[in-house]
Nanobody
Framework: QVQLVESGGGLVQAGGSLRLSCVASGTMLSINAMGWYRQVPGKQRELVATITSDDSRTYGDDVKGRFTISRDNAKKTTYLQMNSLKPEDTAVYYC?????????????????WGQGTQVTVSS
């Protein structure tokens, strides 16, 4: 079994900062891309940021210059540093990881999601 567990969400005032963490656990061969997505009620889940195993990063247009994604491969963890937060950043933030596993008789990549962590930015 593989699990992704997010932490670090909460309530913050506009202009403030939060740091989200996501730890992967379970049996796996490797973690490929990791990323963060967010969703508000009634809207589709949207990309916040992704980072590949070789540190290539992409960001959603709304967060460029304010958010930074990073990862610690030894700890199987990805982080999202969120600065200059705005009320429109309010959402449930989900961690995603593409993980290679051996489940007999096949090695393949699987897509996993965390349970989500609420981020609320007050004006």
């Amino acid at each position: 079994q593989v699990q992704l567990v997010e932490s670090g969400g909460g309530l913050v005032q506009a202009g403030g900062s939060l740091r989200l963490s996501c730890v992967a656990s379970g049996t796996m061969l490797s973690i490929n891309a990791m990323g963060w997505y967010r969703q508000v009620p009634g809207k589709q889940r949207e990309l916040v940021a992704t980072i590949t195993s070789d540190d290539s990063r992409t960001y959603g247009d709304d967060v460029k210059g304010r958010f930074t994604i990073s990862r610690d491969n030894a700890k199987k963890t990805t982080y999202l540093q969120m600065n200059s937060l705005k009320p429109e950043d309010t959402a449930v933030y989900y961690c995603n990881a593409e993980i290679t596993r051996y489940i007999f008789p096949t090695i393949r990549q699987y897509d996993y999601w965390g349970q989500g962590t609420q981020v609320t930015v007050s004006s």
